[in-house]
Structures are given as C-alpha cells and as structure tokens.
C-alpha cells in the first residue's frame, strides 16, 4: 500500500495561531478561560481544550469574569462589545485572513455599499462577517442565489474565507459579464486554494482519499466533495478509529489530506494507523519486517544497538584500540535513560504516538526493571572499566533521572523562572545529544592511558551533532503533541522552519569538517566514511520537508538505522585497513 500525505494537510494559519493562544491562555490572562462558541470545528480539540479547563461560552451574560477568546471565524461587533460590557477580558483570536474581509465590509458599509457574501448562511465565520454588513449584507450560497438578486447601484463581493475556488470563479465571471460595476474581491484563503488544487490533484493519483476533520468542518467537507467530483473513493473520518480497513487495506495507493482545523497529530496517528494495516490484514515477510522493526523502537533495543554502533564508531575514529566494555556502556545506558524517558513522556505519546503510550502501560513493570537493570550493569560495566568512567556514568545517570523533578523547593520558587531541568527550551534535544556524545565518544577515550583528546573532541562533536539533529528532527515531528502537554522543545521555542535551517546547517557543517579533521590527521580516515550517516540525515530531512518522507515507523526506523550504519562503515574499515 503507498500512502501520499498533501503537503497543505492540517492546520492552516490562523487556526494554528488560534489554539496557541487558547493554550496560552491560562498563564497569561485572568480565569476562568472560555471561547466564545467553539474555537474551531474540530471536537478532539475541543475535549482538549475542556481537559484543560477552557469552557465554551454559548451565551453572554449580565456581567461576568475571567477571558474570553473570539473564535478564529471572528464574531460580530455587536457581540464583541457585549462581552467587554459584560467584564471579561477579550482575546481576538479572529484568523488575521477573516480580519481583512472584516475589514473590507466595514469601510464599504459605511459608504452605503450593499454586502454581497458568498458562503454558508449559518457558519461562523459568516455570521461575523454580516454583523459588520449593516443594513445592507446579504448571504447567497452559489451563482443561482446571485442572479436572484436585484441588481444594486453600488455593491461588493466578497466569500468566506473557505469557499470552493472553482464556484468562486464562476460567480466572478458572471459578476464581470453582467455587474461590471461591482467590486469583487479574492477573500479566499490562499491556503484554502493550495490544499483544494493539491487535493484534487492528489485525488487524481490515489485509488481514494482519506479526509481527516471534524464533521461540522466546511472546509473539511468540501475537500472531501473534490475528491468525489474528481471520481474517487473519499473517507471522511474524524479521528484513526473510523478508518474503513477492509476496504482501504484492498487498495494500491491511498492519499491523505485534512481541513484547516485538524491538529498534525490526528493526521500522524491515522498515518500510522493505515500503515500498521498490512500487519493485521497479510501475513508475509513484509508485514513481519515491519513488525520486528515495531517492536525494535517501542522496547528502544534499536536506539540502543544503535548507541552501541555509534561508540564502536567514534572508538575507530580516534585510532583507539576498541574497548568491548565501553560498546556495552553505551548499549546499557541509551537503553535505560530512553526507556525511562518515554515512561515519563506518556503524556505526550497520548498524542504523538498512541501506539508506544498503550504499550508502555500495559508493560510499565518489565520496562521499569529492564531499565533499572541495564542502568545497574551500565554502572557495574563502568566500574569494571575505572573510576573515571564510573563516576562519569554515574553523575550522567543523576543527571538524566532528575530531569523531571522540581530541582528548586517551593519556598525558594519564586522569582526564578525554571524549577525543573525540563522546563528549560530545549533542554531535552541538548542534554540527550550531550549524553550520547560523551557515552559514545569521550567515555571509550578514558580507557586508554594517554587519550588523544582532539580527536576525541572531535569524535564527540560528531556523534553528539548527528544525535542532536536525529532529535530534533523527531521533536519537529511531534510539535503539536508535545505543545500540548507544555514540553519546552527546541522546535517549540524557535518554530520548525528555524528548526529545520539549524539542523541543516549543522549537518552540513559536520559532513564537511569530518573528513577535513581526517586529512589533517587529527582522526583515521574513516573519518570520510563516516559522512555518509550525517549526509543520509539531511537526505532524509530534506526530503521530508518535500513530502517525500512521511512520519511513522519506517521513517524512525531508518533514521535510527544511520547510527547502525556507522557501526557497519567502521567495521568495514577496520577490516579492510
């Protein structure tokens, strides 16, 4: 089965800027926090949100308190007005593209111009919009409806910002044939244009369309009649558990998109779902491929051979005689720390990987005592190797299982800002890539009586670079979810297009400064081999940001592959030299 994920799938702009603000929100403003009307027309979003104590305010009472935010479709200025008198503090989270059209009414309307807009009566968004109309706003839902007008001295059109392109297009030409004089404007949202032309070209190419969104969705349901105007099969599901398996498991090529209010972890989750379809409906080396490498990422037994990798890696890089203990060290440690890691992440693997959160709860005992028992003989391991690197094990090992208490007691909280190592920005991505750079490349190098610590410098900045890249890249991967529960990553604090140039960049960096670090004989000249992990990365991600790429267990699989790879190139060299 090939899935083809539209690059326009999710969350548009305003709807992104939105639900920020609504998570935001209770930090920022006074409480209670409600929405006026549903914030956006997605109900997994919406449970979120009542999770975390935002309420949906349906009608303004006399007085009242707390914050109110204005839905993305905007409201009327009337209701706007009634909510300040009622006393709440009024956050506009109107999609600034909804506030343009607001803004083209409101200066027509006070020159006495009719309102023409094309849309659905009863949406939000033109509900909004006609409040800023006047006396003079009419809402019609096609071309029929216009000709049905009487013909007016002075008029604009405008559509809800979600509209269909095409039946746009055909009002506007009418418009230019028979009311010249009419001014017309192109309010739809151009990320509305870009997923309506990418879907009907994806409906082309797929044997059908998966449509993920919530049912009161325009937008969502209009994407799904493009796919059914163009002849295909189109599923509209809110969520992965309405998928149709029995007759989507039986096609060749299925695509994927989704309205403007679907969050990308609903998009991934249904991803994998369809992916995972192979293993319940086929039984052959296939389907067991893709279960073994399963298996392999949610016990982390393949980070961790990988771990292993990467230090027989970075031992052969600084010519030092390889040091079995050292490999395990790496094994036994990676293991550990990133068991426990997801043990005490499960909350956002609610939302960026069911999958792994159902299989941490129903194994939470033997995955507590595997790690408790790799980290026990890490140390053991280390012990046996000396001092030095027990203690550097051992003060890593503090280090990783504090990461998310309260470091700072109560009394002492306040005025400083961070009281956990977890809420620092990017704390995770950078302590992870600092971990697995001194475990695999500075640890082996303090075995030997005379280390060669520049290339033993430059080993760690290898290996800590590309595993700081595998993480972000990853953490990008699960923005929205981890948004969600609060985490403080490096793609959260800065934005994933700033994420992506960095990883870029330092993978650039890394690809040209190893094998330069080689010729000057600082490190072997497996120094040369060893671009090719760094190289595959960029591939990866680049092509990811492509859509070529899409999120899931093949994609995990073979990022994790390229720290095997290193292990298999170092190999390789030291029997061939």
């Given at each position: 089965?090939?899935?083809?994920?539209?690059?326009?799938?999710?969350?548009c702009?305003?709807?992104?800027?939105a639900?920020?603000l609504?998570?935001d929100a209770?930090?920022?403003y006074?409480?209670?926090?409600?929405?006026?009307?549903?914030?956006i027309?997605n109900p997994?979003?919406?449970?979120?949100f009542?999770?975390?104590?935002?309420r949906?305010?349906?009608?303004?009472?006399?007085?009242g308190?707390?914050?109110?935010?204005?839905?993305?479709?905007g409201?009327?200025?009337?209701?706007y007005?009634s909510?300040?008198?009622?006393?709440?503090?009024v956050v506009n989270?109107?999609c600034?593209?909804?506030?343009?059209?607001?803004?083209?009414?409101k200066?027509?309307?006070?020159?006495?111009f009719?309102i023409i807009?094309i849309?659905?009566k009863?949406h939000?968004e033109?509900?909004?919009l006609?409040?800023?109309?006047?006396?003079?706003?009419?809402?019609?839902?096609d071309?029929d409806?216009?000709?049905?007008?009487?013909s007016f001295?002075?008029?604009?059109i405008v559509?809800q910002?979600?509209?269909?392109l095409?039946?746009?297009?055909?009002?506007?030409?009418?418009v230019a044939?028979?009311?010249?004089?009419y001014?017309?404007?192109?309010?739809?949202?151009?990320?509305t244009e870009?997923?309506?032309?990418?879907?009907?070209?994806l409906?082309?190419?797929a044997?059908?369309?998966?449509?993920v969104?919530g049912?009161?969705s325009?937008n969502?349901?209009?994407?799904?009649a493009?796919?059914?105007?163009?002849?295909?099969?189109?599923?509209?599901?809110e969520?992965e558990?309405?998928?149709?398996?029995?007759e989507?498991?039986?096609?060749?090529?299925?695509g994927?998109?989704?309205?403007?209010?679907?969050?990308?972890?609903?998009?991934?989750?249904?991803l994998?779902?369809?992916?995972?379809?192979?293993?319940?409906?086929?039984?052959?080396f296939?389907?067991?491929?893709l279960?073994?490498?399963?298996i392999?990422?949610?016990?982390?037994?393949?980070?961790?051979i990988?771990?292993?990798?990467?230090?027989?890696a970075?031992i052969?890089?600084?010519g030092?005689?390889?040091?079995?203990?050292?490999?395990a060290v790496a094994?036994?440690?990676?293991?550990?720390m990133?068991?426990?890691?997801?043990?005490?992440g499960r909350?956002?693997s609610?939302?960026?990987d069911?999958?792994r959160e159902k299989?941490?709860?129903?194994?939470?005992?033997?995955?507590?005592?595997?790690?408790?028992?790799?980290?026990?003989i890490?140390?053991v391991?280390?012990?046996?190797?000396?001092p030095?690197p027990f203690?550097?094990?051992?003060?890593?090992?503090l280090?990783?299982?504090?990461?998310?208490?309260?470091l700072v007691?109560l009394?002492?909280a306040?005025g400083?800002?961070f009281?956990a190592?977890?809420?620092?920005?990017?704390?995770?991505?950078?302590l992870?890539?600092l971990?697995?750079g001194i475990?695999?490349?500075l640890?082996?190098?303090l075995?030997v009586?005379?280390?060669?610590?520049?290339?033993?410098?430059?080993a760690?900045a290898?290996?800590s670079?590309?595993v700081?890249c595998?993480t972000?890249?990853?953490?990008?991967?699960?923005i929205?979810?981890?948004r969600?529960v609060?985490?403080?990553?490096?793609?959260?604090?800065?934005?994933?297009?700033r994420?992506?140039?960095?990883?870029?960049?330092i993978?650039?960096?890394?690809?040209?400064?190893?094998?330069?670090?080689?010729?000057?004989?600082?490190?072997?000249?497996?120094s040369?081999?060893?671009?090719f992990?760094?190289l595959?990365?960029?591939?990866?991600?680049?092509?990811?940001?492509?859509g070529?790429?899409l999120?899931?267990?093949?994609m995990?699989?073979?990022?994790e592959?390229?720290?095997?790879l290193?292990?298999?190139l170092a190999?390789?060299?030291?029997?061939?030299?």
């Amino acid at each position: 089965m090939k899935i083809i994920v539209a690059k326009t799938a999710g969350f548009c702009m305003g709807v992104r800027r939105a639900v920020e603000l609504a998570l935001d929100a209770p930090e920022k403003y006074p409480l209670p926090i409600y929405t006026y009307g549903p914030l956006i027309h997605n109900p997994q979003v919406l449970a979120l949100f009542s999770e975390k104590g935002v309420r949906v305010l349906d009608r303004i009472p006399e007085q009242g308190s707390g914050t109110v935010l204005v839905r993305a479709h905007g409201i009327p200025p009337g209701t706007y007005k009634s909510l300040k008198t009622a006393g709440f503090t009024v956050v506009n989270a109107t999609c600034p593209r909804v506030v343009k059209v607001q803004s083209i009414i409101k200066s027509h309307a006070r020159k006495g111009f009719s309102i023409i807009i094309i849309g659905e009566k009863d949406h939000p968004e033109v509900v909004g919009l006609l409040g800023y109309s006047g006396k003079h706003g009419y809402v019609i839902r096609d071309l029929d409806a216009l000709k049905a007008l009487p013909s007016f001295d002075q008029a604009i059109i405008v559509a809800q910002t979600t509209q269909n392109l095409r039946e746009y297009k055909q009002i506007k030409a009418w418009v230019a044939a028979t009311r010249p004089h009419y001014k017309i404007y192109d309010t739809i949202c151009d990320s509305t244009e870009k997923r309506q032309a990418e879907v009907r070209e994806l409906a082309k190419e797929a044997d059908a369309v998966v449509v993920v969104g919530g049912r009161q969705s325009g937008n969502t349901r209009r994407l799904a009649a493009i796919v059914e105007a163009v002849g295909k099969k189109a599923y509209h599901v809110e969520t992965e558990d309405e998928l149709n398996s029995a007759e989507l498991s039986g096609l060749n090529t299925i695509g994927i998109t989704a309205g403007a209010s679907t969050p990308s972890w609903i998009i991934k989750r249904v991803l994998q779902s369809m992916e995972r379809m192979p293993l319940r409906e086929r039984h052959n080396f296939h389907s067991f491929f893709l279960r073994v490498q399963r298996i392999l990422l949610l016990t982390n037994i393949y980070v961790a051979i990988g771990a292993g990798c990467l230090a027989y890696a970075s031992i052969s890089l600084q010519g030092l005689t390889t040091s079995y203990p050292a490999v395990a060290v790496a094994v036994l440690y990676v293991m550990s720390m990133h068991i426990l890691n997801h043990l005490t992440g499960r909350a956002e693997s609610k939302y960026n990987d069911p999958e792994r959160e159902k299989f941490y709860n129903k194994y939470k005992p033997p995955l507590i005592t595997m790690a408790l028992l790799s980290g026990a003989i890490g140390l053991v391991v280390a012990y046996g190797i000396g001092p030095l690197p027990f203690w550097a094990l051992f003060s890593m090992s503090l280090l990783g299982l504090s990461y998310n208490l309260r470091l700072v007691p109560l009394p002492l909280a306040s005025g400083i800002k961070f009281h956990a190592i977890r809420e620092i920005p990017g704390s995770k991505t950078i302590l992870i890539a600092l971990a697995w750079g001194i475990v695999t490349a500075l640890l082996p190098a303090l075995t030997v009586e005379n280390p060669r610590w520049a290339a033993g410098i430059t080993a760690f900045a290898w290996a800590s670079g590309i595993v700081f890249c595998r993480t972000a890249f990853f953490d990008v991967l699960d923005i929205q979810g981890d948004r969600i529960v609060g985490k403080e990553t490096l793609p959260i604090h800065i934005g994933p297009q700033r994420s992506f140039k960095l990883l870029k960049t330092i993978l650039s960096i890394l690809i040209v400064l190893l094998p330069a670090a080689g010729l000057f004989g600082v490190v072997t000249y497996l120094s040369i081999l060893l671009t090719f992990p760094p190289l595959l990365l960029l591939g990866v991600i680049i092509a990811h940001q492509r859509g070529n790429v899409l999120p899931g267990t093949r994609m995990e699989f073979r990022v994790e592959s390229l720290f095997v790879l290193s292990g298999i190139l170092a190999f390789f060299y030291g029997v061939t030299s």
